[in-house]
């Protein structure tokens, strides 16, 4: 009896200090946040007010920042753009499966599997340490001149095989550091119950490994997005060669900055998203988790 007083006298207390902190911490993220937006206004402000009186702004005005150059050329940069997009649809799930699968050969320990590993380790060096251009070059050059019956000479097919080749490499590595990331215990327990070391692996190991690389595998997205427009070295019409098409014919670069902001206007999401995902998961693990 003497227990449930004190709860009773000691609980409105403990809900005064808490609505006490709550008040603190709205107060001074009220204040941070005022903080914040009045010093980028301020960088901002002065950012625009030095470029404005610069000597040669009203060049770079007429160049760049024409606007009826920028309404002439935004269908057709727009209509480019929504190559960039397919190629990016087109290529993400296929990076995705071969990525998943290098991964796996490079996991592979038995002594029958040697050669499949070291492929897998050939292959994500190789391709790792290649930059990404000239992997487009090469493949959309050099894959018809071989004049294979089969080989495809389109374009967009052509672009498509050098970015996945390319970015399976990189997401290789993020699935495999997933994978090392799961303690061996866990496995040895899935075998312990029966299990294959397939069977653990795709109802045990996967499953926790792939939810905590989607981060980094979105900003790989991010930066795919990005390296579509690198297929116009090898013909494409997409949005970086409709831009430059205007601005050979034209002699004005606003074009270009039509292509950038249909860009930043699909990967700025992508970003926050990522960001999001990344928060929640350092809230999932909490201050001491791993």
Same mark, same amino acid.
């Given at each position: 009896m003497t227990d449930d007083v004190t709860d009773d006298v000691t609980r409105p207390a403990r809900s005064a200090r808490q609505l006490e902190r709550e008040r603190i911490r709205r107060r001074q993220a009220v204040r941070s946040s005022s903080?914040?937006?009045?010093?980028?206004?301020?960088?901002?402000?002065?950012?625009? !007010?030095?470029?404005?009186?610069?000597?040669?702004?009203?060049? &770079?005005? $007429?160049? @760049?920042?024409?606007?009826?150059?920028? +309404?002439?050329?935004?269908?057709?940069?727009?209509?480019?753009?929504?190559?960039?997009?397919?190629i990016f649809l087109i290529a993400e799930p296929i990076i995705l499966v071969v990525g998943l699968l290098v991964a796996l050969a490079r996991g592979l320990r038995a002594p029958v599997f040697f050669p499949l590993r070291v492929l897998a380790v050939v292959y994500t060096d190789v391709f790792r340490g290649v930059p990404t251009l000239l992997v487009i070059m090469l493949v959309g050059f050099g894959l018809p001149a071989l004049?294979?019956?089969?080989?495809?000479?389109?374009?967009?097919?052509?672009? !498509?095989?050098?970015?996945?080749?390319?970015?399976?490499?990189? &997401?290789? $590595?993020? @699935?495999?550091?997933?994978?090392?990331? +799961?303690?061996?215990?866990?496995?040895?327990?899935?075998?312990?119950?029966?299990?294959?070391?397939?069977?653990?692996?795709?109802?045990?190991?996967l499953p926790q490994a792939v939810r905590r690389v989607i981060p980094p595998l979105l900003n790989d997205f991010v930066s795919l997005q990005k390296d579509t427009a690198l297929v116009s070295t090898i013909g494409v019409i997409e949005a970086l060669r409709q831009a430059q098409i205007y601005a050979a014919s034209k002699f004005n670069y606003t074009p270009y900055l039509v292509a950038a902001m249909l860009f930043i206007l699909l990967t700025i999401p992508m970003a926050r998203f990522t960001d999001y995902l990344s928060a929640r998961a350092a809230r999932r693990r909490g201050p001491g988790g791993a």
């Open positions: 903080i914040a937006t009045a010093s980028t206004i301020v960088f901002l402000t002065l950012v625009a !007010v030095l470029v404005t009186n610069s000597p040669g702004w009203p060049r &770079v005005r $007429e160049t @760049f920042f024409d606007p009826e150059w920028f +309404v002439r050329s935004l269908p057709d940069v727009l209509q480019g753009f929504w190559t960039n997009v397919k004049q294979l019956t089969g080989v495809p000479s389109d374009e967009i097919t052509l672009g !498509v095989i050098a970015l996945v080749l390319a970015y399976s490499a990189y &997401v290789a $590595e993020v @699935f495999r550091a997933g994978i090392d990331t +799961v303690h061996p215990s866990q496995i040895a327990a899935a075998r312990s119950l029966g299990l294959s070391h397939g069977q653990a692996m795709r109802h045990v190991v």
